[in-house]
């Protein structure tokens, strides 16, 4: 799940009753430099609405994985409706998001939005675009979600790609998996660990979280590739820290988007997608990037297995 900024969506997610978009990193590890390639996103949604403005447009957060110099890949619903200059987009191509690969991204130079309220949400976004471009490590992108997503049915295609204006030169980074390669794997399932990384809530309950916008990482099961209740399966894989020895955690609200790694690989196999709960409890539901779609998407971009 994308988490909004300054504002908690847990009690909105269990009004909702359903597995939702965007999730941090629950009862895991700090990352202690073991992942440089992956990031926090900020980003901006001109036609959202954030109920403390008279008009509309709120900001996010999610995670990513450089997997080349100038490509993230990311979650679809961290990719779709971004804003171009502050202007809504048809759901692709918008520049207003940014990146930044630090362990604990710093935030000190991001406009708060009290001085803001009610009616200078416009301003808001000038003055937080501004801040964001002088700050060197956040890096500025132009967002792309995969050709078929669809937010209503977001767990289908829920891929999304950031193309750099500048290149980030990196000793390693995330590497695509083969197609059919969680296939290969299911039988499996119940030795193999997996790692998700992300920046998101490190707890959530009904009224209240903490955490958040700070690498970490939780070691994982396979449970299964049945989809999201039923619908889509095939595309979305389930993951627990409640299988067995050796897991760690699981994800929350702000890890949408970021990756999860066959083991202690670079390898990318799935991302972050939706909450199986509004407590982030019960595990995490990543969408598969190992299909023949989503791997013609990112090839497009140059990059490939």
Same mark, same amino acid.
Request: proline residues 5%; contains cysteine.
């Given at each position: 799940?994308?988490?909004?900024? !300054?504002? #908690? ?18 009862n895991g590890q700090a990352d202690n430099g073991e992942h440089?390639?992956?990031?926090? $996103? ?23 994985? $450089?997997?080349? /110099?100038?490509?993230?890949?990311? /979650? +679809? ?48 976004? !000038? ?68 790692? /998700? ?29 049945? *989809? ?36 202690? #690989?670079?390898? !990318? ?5 939706? *909450? ?8 995490? +539901? ?20």
């Amino acid at each position: 799940m994308r988490t909004k900024i !300054l504002i #908690s969506v847990a009690a909105v997610v269990a009004m909702l009753g359903l597995s939702t978009p965007a999730q941090a990193i629950v009862n895991g590890q700090a990352d202690n430099g073991e992942h440089p390639f992956v990031g926090e $996103l900020l980003f901006y949604v001109p036609d959202a609405v954030d109920s403390r403005f008279t008009d509309p447009g709120s900001w996010y957060t999610c995670s990513g994985t $450089l997997v080349s /110099a100038t490509v993230v890949v990311t /979650a +679809g619903h961290c990719a779709f409706g971004i804003g171009e200059d502050g202007k809504p987009t048809t759901g692709s191509d918008g520049n207003d998001v940014w990146i930044n690969f630090s362990e604990i991204p710093d935030f000190s130079s991001f406009p708060p939005s009290a001085g803001y309220i009610p009616d200078r949400n416009e301003q808001r976004y !000038l003055d937080r675009k501004a801040a964001l471009n002088a700050d060197p490590n956040w890096l500025e992108a132009t967002a792309f979600a995969h050709p078929q997503y669809d937010e209503s049915l977001f767990y289908m295609h829920d891929l999304g790609v950031l193309v750099l204006d500048k290149p980030v030169r990196s000793d390693t980074y995330g590497q695509l998996p083969d197609e059919g390669l969680l296939d290969s794997l299911v039988k499996q399932k119940s030795h193999l660990i997996f790692e /998700a990384v992300g920046y998101g809530l490190e707890g959530a309950k009904l009224n209240s979280s903490f955490g958040g916008d700070t690498r970490r990482k939780a070691q994982q099961r396979l449970v299964n590739l049945n *989809g999201v209740a039923g619908a889509g399966k095939g595309t979305s894989a389930k993951f627990s820290s409640n299988k067995g020895k050796n897991t760690t955690g699981g994800t929350c609200f702000g890890d949408s988007g970021g990756p999860i790694f066959r083991g202690d #690989s670079t390898t !990318l196999v799935a991302v972050t997608s939706y *909450g199986i709960s509004p407590t982030c409890s019960d595990g995490t +539901g990543g969408y598969r990037l190992d299909q023949a779609d989503d791997l013609d998407f990112l090839a497009t971009f140059g990059v490939t297995p």
